[in-house]
């Protein structure tokens, strides 16, 4: 009879076969330990986006004169919602806030290697996690612009 850690053992085995054929290698390493995950210390912006789906995701920023120092992701959805979190965030890093509205759905896809590194049915994912993050430049403008009000 099969000890108990073998069936674990036996069903991680065949979760990970699973993920690896929805998601290929890449996929499959980001989405086990994504790059990126959490809300970084220093995050001062933040935006989530809601999908039809129910799923939300979250991106923290760190900006500081007008460049992302930092960003990371949250996520109730599914692995997919993960992935896409996790490259939004990664993508940002680094960039100027004037260049994050170009970062769309199909940005978040090419990063993770093409339409086809996520089941077609999840794309949307993808679209969620760049609403999300212009959610969070959007937060930065609407902030910035209230503090030059107060003057
Ligand atoms: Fe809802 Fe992926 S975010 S299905």
């Known amino acids: 009879m099969p000890s108990f850690d073998d069936i674990v053992n036996e069903l991680q085995d065949k979760i990970n076969e699973e993920t690896i054929e929805a998601y290929g290698q890449a996929g ?3 989405w086990r330990n994504p790059p990126h995950r959490g809300k970084p210390a220093k995050a001062n912006y933040e935006g989530a986006s809601t999908g039809k789906c129910g799923d939300t995701i979250r991106i923290f920023l760190h900006i500081e004169d007008d460049r992302v120092r930092d960003a990371g992701f949250a996520t109730d959805g599914c692995g997919s919602s993960m992935i896409s979190g996790s490259m939004a965030a990664e993508l940002a890093v680094d960039k100027p806030c004037e260049a994050l509205a170009a970062i769309s759905g199909e940005t978040v896809l090419e990063g993770l290697g093409g339409p086809d590194c996520l089941p077609v049915d999840d794309h949307h994912c993808a679209w969620l ?8 430049v959007g937060d930065y403008y609407k902030q ?3 503090r030059a009000k107060e003057g």
Do not use: Y
Request: hydrophobic fraction near 50%; charged fraction near 20%.
């Open 28 to 30: 499959f390493e980001r």
């Open 129 to 136: 996690a760049a609403n999300a993050l212009h959610e969070a």
């Open 144 to 146: 910035t612009a209230g």
